[in-house]
């Protein structure tokens, strides 16, 4: 029998066909014992082939996998926690369908985690254009674990309570850091474990989803963890935004919609923002809950110091309202 801790790893895929062969492809290299894994697939409602894809493709690996089917696309954090709970490992693998670990990846995030006990998340580095978020280059603390790729220990994501699926995509993982910070828990970045998953545009930039869905839940994270000077000045920048004419429609179409579901959910977001302010008082991490315009947490640009965060600028080649 192994010695090696049981991990679940847990996909959502939502019109994912393009990107099956090589993710199976890579999962299957893992250089981990198969019969310690399990892989659940949770489909987000695709209009694609993915389905049927998938259909093929699982029964090749060389452990046991399970596709579950949503009847509507609920958002990737609400689709990680119902993968999630299919499972009982003490470890969980969150893994994007378009991400292509290298063999020895899984066994060097779940190494770095039973080496460091108190760790709740540990994210592995992506290749071939990393993340340029803030990381402790002496202990491997960072503000926050990409969702991408990163390996939970179940004791801490069941602690926290999982993803919060009010946030459909985008950021899930970062509020989900923060509050493993909050609670207790350390989150890692382990450089030596590498993934193949293209975060940005060829030729450096942010993708055009991905900014905007950023800065659409940015009104909801500065309800939950900014000061009130911050929502404050925050919704006066929206307001500038969306009356101004040199803001492009889909920028005006993101700041409408992260206000209005900001609005819509203000309730929990109230409830959520009670708690973080109470542990936020009561914890050493406040330099961790920062923000910049559109972004959370710190980022690092070329050239700049790790103890501030990084420009808009520095992040994105966008043309909108200045």
């Known amino acids: 029998m192994s010695s090696e801790p049981a991990v679940d790893i847990v996909t959502v895929t939502y ?17 981990y014992p198969p019969e310690r894994l399990r892989l659940v697939v949770v489909d987000n409602a695709s209009n694609d082939d993915t389905r049927r894809r998938l259909s ?29 709970a299919r499972g009982s490992a003490p470890f969980v693998l969150f893994l994007n369908p378009d991400a292509t670990p290298a063999p020895d990846m899984l066994r060097r995030l779940v190494g770095r985690a039973l080496a460091e006990p108190r760790a709740g998340l540990v994210d592995a580095a992506q290749e071939p254009s990393g993340l340029a978020k803030w990381c402790d280059p002496a202990t491997g603390d960072t503000d926050w674990c990409s969702g991408a790729a990163a390996l939970a220990r179940r004791t801490a994501l069941a602690g ?19 509050r493993m910070w909050l609670a207790g828990w350390r989150c890692l970045h382990e450089p030596r474990a590498r993934v193949r998953h293209e975060v940005g545009l060829p030729g450096g930039g942010v993708k055009p989803s991905e900014l905007l869905h950023m800065i659409r839940n940015s009104f909801s994270m ?4 900014d000061a009130p000077r911050g929502v404050l000045a925050h919704l006066a920048r929206g307001a ?45 991490e406040r330099a961790r809950f920062v923000f910049t315009e559109w972004y959370y947490g710190r980022w690092l640009g070329e050239g700049e110091d790790a103890s501030r965060p990084a420009s808009v600028a520095a992040r994105a080649e966008w043309q909108g309202y200045q």
């Open 15 to 31: 019109d994912s066909a393009p990107h099956l062969a090589a993710y199976v492809e890579g999962v299957s290299a893992l250089d």
């Open 56 to 84: 093929e493709l699982l029964p090749q690996l060389p452990f046991a996998a399970e596709l579950v089917e949503s009847e509507r696309n609920a958002g990737f954090g609400a689709a990680c926690n119902l993968g999630a």
């Open 160 to 178: 926290v309570g999982g993803f919060d699926p009010f946030f459909f995509l985008y950021c899930e993982d970062i509020d989900l850091s923060w």
């Open 222 to 225: 500065r309800l939950i963890y």
């Open 240 to 284: 500038r935004y969306l009356a101004s004419p040199r803001t492009e429609a889909a920028t005006r179409s993101a700041v409408a919609g992260g206000m209005w579901t900001a609005a819509r959910g203000l309730r929990h977001l109230l409830r959520r923002r009670r708690a973080a302010r109470s542990a936020l008082r009561g914890s050493g």
